[in-house]
């Protein structure tokens, strides 16, 4: 049985990679905001199902039953034995307002694929691929020269993706302390497109200008936490993450086309062009502190048997230092222009039953689940006639363990609905509704892997 799984499960996770690795990047509408223009597109606005639901806090929450990517020193709290395969869809519905004119679109993007278990006394370990910066937008203006109308049309497309693995291991164990450390490292690869049409109206003849980004690049960050435990009842976890500022090397190309059909690429001339220009594109460093704390107490009781609940509070605050964000191509190093963010969450966690596994038959379905609520708000490096765009969100989410065989696998789900602005009528501002979903795969108790079996 356990050789049975253990082959189909890394042949079809092997396949899968492959096919995501090919068509990653082009397959899916990944964003539709016009800030994805800016720079090498946008990082944030689609999240995984599990953390969305407690505020987007992604840094805090890990335990035997998650495969916590975002804070790499975690890995090793992952159950023995029980390795964890996650996958992840989100989505995202957005409806623009500027100066009285309104606009719906959606996003869909597969929120990550990975690996990840842990091994020996104090190790974990973990791979995959996650999105990095995605691009997507479209939008129009018009102008009048002479007595002609010129339609300009704005468009970006593409997104960059990540291959990650990482390690964790302890600095400290003790009964009720634990200090751990840990780092990802990975490749980020992928093409991001700004172009814009331009024609008279009523004429299919005009101008293409397209710019083209590709990055290929190493990208690391750290993680660490240390839990404290007071009793079975009450601990905490203090958790950090950094990402130092990096220099991604890539590479950028400028093309102008004339064409007598403007929508169709087939009759572009170019008239114009840079050539594939070498550069690096220096990252925004970023930190991210979090707080949790758990408490453990008795609920109810149902035939004997006493409900064994908790209540986890968590809470996170990030800085990323935009300002330091730059382009360097030829030689010309241009700044970006963008303002140091800030970002707050703020999650809750109830667990009717912490222990089902062991008594499932006791339990209903509904008692079992994780219930989780939260809220967010952050500012985004962009100034929009002088003020600061901010993103401000309620979440809710539910995580729903696979009760069968008494394995570690659950599904989550979050939801968040917020609002994305400068609070002025006259710039874009977005309402929106993002819905995440993500599976966690795990092996029954009967087909843990690393665990040496004897032979009667």
Not at 71 to 99: C, H, I
Request: proline share 3%.
């Amino acid at each position: 049985m356990h050789n049975t799984f253990l082959f189909r499960f890394t042949i079809a996770f092997s396949m899968l990679l492959l096919s995501l690795l090919s068509g990653y990047t082009v397959a899916q509408s990944t964003s539709t905001s016009p800030y994805s223009s800016y720079g090498f597109g946008q990082r944030d606005g689609l999240d995984h199902g599990t953390y969305e639901g407690i505020g987007a806090t992604t840094i805090t929450y890990f335990d035997s039953t998650t495969l916590n990517f975002y804070n790499p020193a975690s890995y090793n709290t992952m159950g023995k034995g029980q390795p964890m395969f996650s996958v992840g869809v989100s989505s995202r519905l957005s409806f623009y307002s500027e100066d009285n004119v309104k606009s719906f679109n959606k996003a869909v993007l597969l929120n990550n694929y990975a690996l990840g278990f842990a091994f020996g006394k104090h190790f974990g370990f973990a791979f995959g691929i996650k999105p990095f910066t995605r691009r997507g937008y479209e939008f129009s203006t018009r102008s009048m020269l002479d007595t002609d109308t010129i339609w300009h049309r704005y468009s970006g497309s593409g997104s960059t993706s990540e291959v990650f693995l990482g390690l964790s291991t302890d600095v400290l164990k003790l009964k009720n302390q634990r200090l751990a450390v840990g780092g990802n490292i990975g490749y980020v690869f992928g093409t991001l497109i700004n172009q814009r049409k331009s024609n008279i109206i009523g004429s299919q003849s005009g101008g293409i200008d397209q710019n083209i980004l590709k990055i290929n690049a190493l990208h690391y960050e750290f993680g660490m936490y240390y839990k404290q435990r007071f009793n079975n009842k009450h601990s905490y976890t203090l958790s950090a993450v950094i990402e130092p500022q990096q220099h991604f090397n890539a590479t950028q190309r400028w093309d102008l086309f004339t064409s007598s059909h403007v929508d169709n690429p087939l009759y572009y001339n170019r008239i114009d062009s840079s050539g594939t220009i070498k550069g690096k594109i220096t990252t925004a460093p970023s930190t991210t502190f979090g707080f949790s704390y758990s408490f453990r107490f008795n609920d109810v009781k149902k035939e004997r048997q006493t409900r064994n609940s908790e209540i986890s509070l968590h809470t996170s605050y990030n800085t990323t230092d935009w300002t330091r964000f730059a382009t360097n191509f030829g030689g010309i190093n241009l700044p970006s222009g963008f303002v140091s963010t800030s970002k707050l969450t703020l999650g809750v966690q109830y667990i009717p039953e912490t222990s089902f596994m062991g008594q499932s038959s006791k339990w209903g379905f509904l008692e079992t689940m994780r219930y989780r609520a939260g809220f967010y708000q952050y500012t985004l490096p962009y100034i929009v006639n002088g003020l600061t765009v901010m993103d401000k969100a309620m979440t809710f989410g539910v995580g729903i363990p696979v009760r069968g065989q008494k394995s570690l696998s659950s599904v989550n789900f979050g939801v968040a609905y917020g609002k994305r602005g400068n609070g002025t009528a006259i710039a874009l501002n977005e309402n929106y509704l993002s819905v995440n979903a993500s599976i966690i795969i795990a092996p029954a108790i009967f087909e843990r892997w690393f665990i040496k079996r004897k032979l009667d």
